[in-house]
Structures are given as C-alpha cells and as structure tokens.
C-alpha cells in the first residue's frame, strides 16, 4: 500500500468525516450540524451487552414463567435470542460498510422497497414513542415498592410525581447529546451487567440449598418435575414469543447509533459479536436458575408486568429464599434499568425520525440539527410524547395506554426480518457489482444463510403471536383482545399502502442490478481500503489457534 493511500485512509476514518457522499451528509444532517460521531469502543459494546435489559427480562419474565412454564421460557428465549444473533450479524455487516442515520429504514429502502422503508422507519419509530411512557410509567411504578410497602394502591407519593422526576432526568441526559447518551449507557449498563452475575452466582446457591434462611434445602430440579416443565400447552409457548421479543427489543440499538461512532469499521464488529454473551449469560442462563428456584404455579407471578416489581420473579425468588435485603437491592437495579431503556427511546426514536425527515419521509423541520449534533425539534417532540406517562392516572387511562403500547407489540418482529431481509437483498447487489466478501470490513458470521434462517424465525413468530391473539389462553376469539396484540401489523401495512398511493409507486421492490453499493460508505479510497483488509487478515493468519478463535467471538 502506497504510504499516502493508508494515512489518507486512516485520517478518514479517525475524523469519521470520510467518504460520505452529498446525498448521505443530508441523512446525517446539513452544513456545519451534523450527527456528531462521538460514541467510543466501550460505549458501543456496553450498548449491545446491556442496552435495552430492563422491565421486559425483569419483571414480563415472570409472567412468561407462569403462562408457559420453565420450559417453554427457556426454550422460546433460546429461539428469539438465536434469531436475534444472527440478525444482529446481519445488520453489523451492514453498519460497519454503510453507518448512515436511520439505518434501519435506509437499508430497507435501499435493498427491499422505498414504501417498506417508509413503513419500516416509522414503525420504529412509534415504537419507541410509545414505550417511552410505558418506561417512565414502569419506573414510578417501581419506586412504589418502598412507598407503598403492603399494596394497598395508595403510596405515600404519586406515581405522577416520580414520573415527572424521571422525565426531567431522562430530558437532561439529552441535552448533552450522543455524547451522554453513551456514558449513561455505560454506567447503567454496568449495573446491570454486575446485577446480573451476582443473580446467577447467588440463583446457584439457592438451588442447592446453600442458603441458611431458606427452608426448602436443595432444590435441583424438582420445579420441573411438579408444577412442571410447561403450563396451557401449545399456547403457553407461543405466548412467551411476545415476552421474549419485548425483553430482547433494542438489541438493535448497536446499528442504529453505527452513524455517530467515531469508528464504525472496528467497533461495530467487536459489538456485534457482545451479543452472543449477552443472550447465552444475561437471558439464557438466569431465565434458567429462575426456573429453577421458583415454582411457576406461583400465584404472584400472575401479577408480574409492567412496573409491577414486587411481582418480579428475580425480587420473589429472594423472597422465597427467605434474605430480607436482595429484594430492596434488586428493585433499585430494576429502577435504574428501566431508566436506561426510557434513555434508549430517545435516542432511537429521534435518530430514526430525523433520518426519515432528512430523506424527504418527513416534515424538512424535523431534520435540523443543531451545533452540538442533536436533533432538536424532534428530540422535543420526544420527550414531549413522554408526557403521555400521565394519562395512567386517568381513570380510563389504563385503557387507552393498552392500546397505544398494541402499536408496539409486533413491531419488533417486523424490524428484525426487515433487517435479515435487507441483508439478503444486499449480498446478491454485492455479488452483481463483482465484489466478495473479502472486501467488506465485516462479515456476517453465520453469512447468508444466517439471514434466511432468521427471517424464517421471524415470521414463524409472527403467525405464533396471531394463533395465540386469536385464541388465547384461557379464553375464546375476541376481535378486541385479538388488535389489541396485532394492532402493529395492520399499521405497517397501512404506511406501506399509503406511501405507494401517495408517491403513485406502483412497482414492488428495487432491482439488485441497479443498487449502487458504493454510496453511504464512510470510506474515501476504496482500495486502500482494500488493502488493509488484506494487510489486517494476513496478519491475523499467522495467530495461534486460540486467539484467532477469541478473535472470531469477542
């Protein structure tokens, strides 16, 4: 490599100015305000390992052990978290070559279909609005663990108080930007990560009776043999589906913040590859000594959603061990987890508008940025949607907060088998336009056929999730209950329909020929580029075993 071509490409991607076209800098903003790339290794890696566990591992667990039993909880939370590694491999690949704003509507639009982007991006987006008063909501909800100790319904402080106390918090990491955004992040996420291990170390003691205040002695397996292993059936596992894809939400959120990295090429990868910790030590291994230690015909667990914390089935199993201080330490864990997600919406939420409004999928005001690189007007609209948190203290407001959190619902399922879609879409471009894949800065681990088994999952949980909206369980057809958990899917085809009417684009798709696989990249000198890569490769050829393997999965 020329000595000029390698420091030429090596100040681009250090200044994380390169390579990105006139059409890109209006996704990621115009003139002098841009998205600011300022978010580090560490905070990218923390950001998939403990980004979005909050109240859906905490708390929605328990009524997924209770609806379906240790099994079907361990078994439905494999399968999401599976598909959820091989997607989140697919979108790295992506984010590492293309880190744009909004990524995950643009590579739909760019690889699938404008109109499905257009619906895509937008789905996102409500998602994380609405779930942002649902957070907050969850978060005054868990304070009311010490402010109303016996249940009586009446704390001795407002639920309103303490969501306005975290709305105001949640604003003010906001105002400084990325930048907060991702120490925060760090921070809870390390919490959470020690809450956790501390969790399993202790979930190991008390399922051999290791503790001296507990007197059911060792317990081993014996939940899984009586109550047992599954409860209501067919219907019991496929109704954790919905749970599991709630608790494993946001795992995307390491895409979506690839634009405002200052070195996407390298910290996208190591992130990616977090994700594989994160489901088989934080969801799979906890979910299965939960089993383990606490017996899913427990009434209380009937009780446990939403911020309901006393009902959390990591606070009961302390309980059941009889230690008096592990329930208040946890449901502080919890409260500064929920936090963290409502930080999370924010963020995801106002990336995917002003990406949508940069791309003319949106009002133009929507897209100004200001010189500290945030996205104002629609960072305002945000927080301003979290005001929504208040109509729970209406008498109906329960009501109608069930149905803004059904537009919600699905729409996990749809982001992830758009991304696997996206992903496929875009290595057949890539092989039209005559590259390999030795010449992307990340490959998908599990490749191609990684993307089609995880879009396969994906849509088997969707026609899961409408067996169990149109029979559930315990109960008969009802048009009510059934939108109430599929709501989100005839919204989605509402925005693609309605884009194709309005835009008059009557054709379906984008033809793999005609994509230009160039535009987007961070990259100045492509073959310069190039030869790193191969520089970098060669390099690591000459490792021993062991580090080219730790290489592969850290």
């Given at each position: 490599?020329?000595?000029?071509?390698?420091?030429?490409?090596?100040?681009?991607?250090?200044?994380?100015?390169?390579?990105?076209?006139?059409?890109?800098?209006?996704?990621?903003?115009?003139?002098?305000?841009?998205?600011?790339?300022?978010?580090?290794?560490?905070?990218?890696?923390?950001?998939?390992?403990?980004?979005?566990?909050?109240?859906?591992?905490?708390?929605?667990?328990?009524?997924?052990?209770?609806?379906?039993?240790?099994?079907?909880?361990?078994?439905?939370?494999?399968?999401?978290?599976?598909?959820?590694?091989?997607?989140?491999?697919?979108?790295?690949?992506?984010?590492?070559?293309?880190?744009?704003?909004?990524?995950?509507?643009?590579?739909?639009?760019?690889?699938?279909?404008?109109?499905?982007?257009?619906?895509?991006?937008?789905?996102?987006?409500?998602?994380?609005?609405?779930?942002?008063?649902?957070?907050?909501?969850?978060?005054?909800?868990?304070?009311?663990?010490?402010?109303?100790?016996?249940?009586?319904?009446?704390?001795?402080?407002?639920?309103?108080?303490?969501?306005?106390?975290?709305?105001?918090?949640?604003?003010?990491?906001?105002?400084?930007?990325?930048?907060?955004?991702?120490?925060?992040?760090?921070?809870?996420?390390?919490?959470?990560?020690?809450?956790?291990?501390?969790?399993?170390?202790?979930?190991?003691?008390?399922?051999?009776?290791?503790?001296?205040?507990?007197?059911?002695?060792?317990?081993?397996?014996?939940?899984?043999?009586?109550?047992?292993?599954?409860?209501?059936?067919?219907?019991?596992?496929?109704?954790?589906?919905?749970?599991?894809?709630?608790?494993?939400?946001?795992?995307?959120?390491?895409g979506l913040a690839a634009a405002e990295a200052n070195n996407p090429r390298k910290t996208i990868p190591k992130a990616t590859k977090q994700v594989f910790?994160?489901?088989?030590?934080?969801?799979?291994?906890?979910?299965?000594?939960?089993?383990?230690?606490?017996?899913?015909?427990?009434?209380?667990?009937?009780?446990?959603?939403?911020?309901?914390?006393?009902?959390?089935?990591?606070?009961?199993?302390?309980?059941?061990?009889?230690?008096?201080?592990?329930?208040?330490?946890?449901?502080?864990?919890?409260?500064?987890?929920?936090?963290?997600?409502?930080?999370?919406?924010?963020?995801?939420?106002?990336?995917?508008?002003?990406?949508?409004?940069?791309?003319?999928?949106?009002?133009?005001?929507?897209?100004?940025?200001?010189?500290?690189?945030?996205?104002?007007?629609?960072?305002i609209i945000s927080l301003l949607f979290g005001c929504l948190a208040y109509i729970n203290e209406a008498p109906q407001g329960s009501t109608i907060f069930?149905?803004?959190?059904?537009?919600?619902?699905?729409?996990?399922?749809?982001?992830?088998?758009?991304?696997?879609?996206?992903?496929?879409?875009?290595?057949?471009?890539?092989?039209?336009?005559?590259?390999?894949?030795?010449?992307?800065?990340?490959?998908?681990?599990?490749?191609?056929?990684?993307s089609w088994i995880g879009l396969v999952l994906n849509i088997l949980c969707l026609i899961a999730q409408f067996y169990v909206a149109l029979f559930p369980?315990?109960?008969?057809?009802?048009?009510?209950?059934?939108?109430?958990?599929?709501?989100?899917?005839?919204?989605?085809?509402?925005?693609?329909?309605?884009?194709?009417?309005?835009?008059?684009?009557?054709?379906?798709?984008?033809?793999?020929?005609?994509?230009?696989?160039?535009?987007?990249?961070?990259?100045?000198?492509?073959?310069?580029?190039?030869?790193?890569?191969?520089?970098?490769?060669?390099?690591?050829?000459?490792?021993?075993?062991?580090?080219?393997?730790?290489?592969?999965?850290?």
């Amino acid at each position: 490599m020329a000595l000029e071509s390698k420091e030429k490409y090596d100040a681009d991607v250090e200044s994380g100015s390169g390579g990105v076209s006139p059409h890109d800098s209006v996704e990621v903003g115009s003139g002098d305000n841009k998205l600011h790339a300022a978010l580090k290794g560490r905070h990218m890696q923390m950001i998939a390992i403990g980004g979005s566990i909050g109240a859906g591992l905490f708390v929605g667990s328990g009524g997924a052990l209770h609806s379906g039993g240790p099994a079907s909880l361990i078994i439905d939370f494999i399968i999401i978290g599976f598909m959820l590694l091989l997607t989140v491999n697919a979108l790295g690949e992506l984010a590492a070559l293309y880190p744009v704003a909004g990524s995950f509507y643009n590579y739909s639009v760019r690889f699938i279909d404008p109109g499905w982007g257009f619906a895509m991006g937008w789905n996102y987006a409500m998602n994380w609005l609405v779930v942002l008063p649902f957070e907050l909501t969850t978060a005054g909800i868990t304070i009311a663990f010490w402010t109303d100790p016996d249940n009586t319904g009446n704390p001795s402080i407002n639920v309103g108080v303490w969501i306005t106390i975290f709305l105001v918090m949640v604003s003010a990491v906001n105002y400084f930007g990325v930048k907060g955004y991702g120490e925060v992040e760090f921070a809870l996420g390390l919490v959470k990560v020690i809450a956790i291990i501390g969790f399993i170390i202790l979930g190991v003691i008390i399922d051999c009776g290791g503790v001296p205040t507990d007197s059911r002695g060792y317990i081993g397996a014996k939940y899984w043999h009586e109550p047992g292993a599954f409860r209501n059936g067919f219907k019991g596992f496929c109704s954790v589906f919905v749970t599991a894809s709630f608790a494993f939400g946001g795992t995307e959120l390491v895409g979506l913040a690839a634009a405002e990295a200052n070195n996407p090429r390298k910290t996208i990868p190591k992130a990616t590859k977090q994700v594989f910790w994160r489901i088989s030590l934080f969801y799979v291994i906890s979910l299965f000594l939960l089993g383990l230690i606490v017996p899913s015909d427990n009434d209380t667990l009937s009780s446990a959603s939403g911020g309901e914390t006393r009902y959390s089935p990591f606070v009961l199993s302390f309980r059941l061990a009889g230690i008096k201080v592990l329930p208040s330490i946890f449901n502080a864990v919890i409260t500064l987890s929920v936090l963290s997600v409502a930080n999370s919406c924010t963020f995801a939420s106002t990336r995917t508008i002003q990406a949508l409004c940069a791309k003319g999928m949106g009002p133009k005001w929507g897209a100004k940025i200001d010189k500290k690189g945030r996205p104002y007007i629609v960072l305002i609209i945000s927080l301003l949607f979290g005001c929504l948190a208040y109509i729970n203290e209406a008498p109906q407001g329960s009501t109608i907060f069930t149905w803004l959190l059904s537009l919600s619902g699905l729409s996990n399922f749809f982001t992830w088998g758009s991304i696997c879609f996206a992903h496929i879409r875009f290595r057949k471009a890539w092989a039209l336009a005559g590259r390999t894949t030795d010449d992307l800065p990340f490959a998908a681990m599990f490749g191609v056929i990684g993307s089609w088994i995880g879009l396969v999952l994906n849509i088997l949980c969707l026609i899961a999730q409408f067996y169990v909206a149109l029979f559930p369980i315990g109960g008969s057809p009802d048009a009510e209950a059934f939108f109430e958990s599929y709501l989100a899917a005839p919204i989605v085809i509402l925005f693609f329909v309605g884009y194709k009417v309005y835009y008059r684009q009557w054709s379906i798709g984008v033809k793999a020929s005609e994509i230009n696989v160039d535009e987007g990249r961070r990259e100045l000198d492509i073959v310069a580029f190039r030869q790193e890569l191969d520089e970098e490769r060669a390099m690591k050829a000459g490792w021993p075993w062991w580090k080219r393997q730790w290489d592969f999965w850290m």
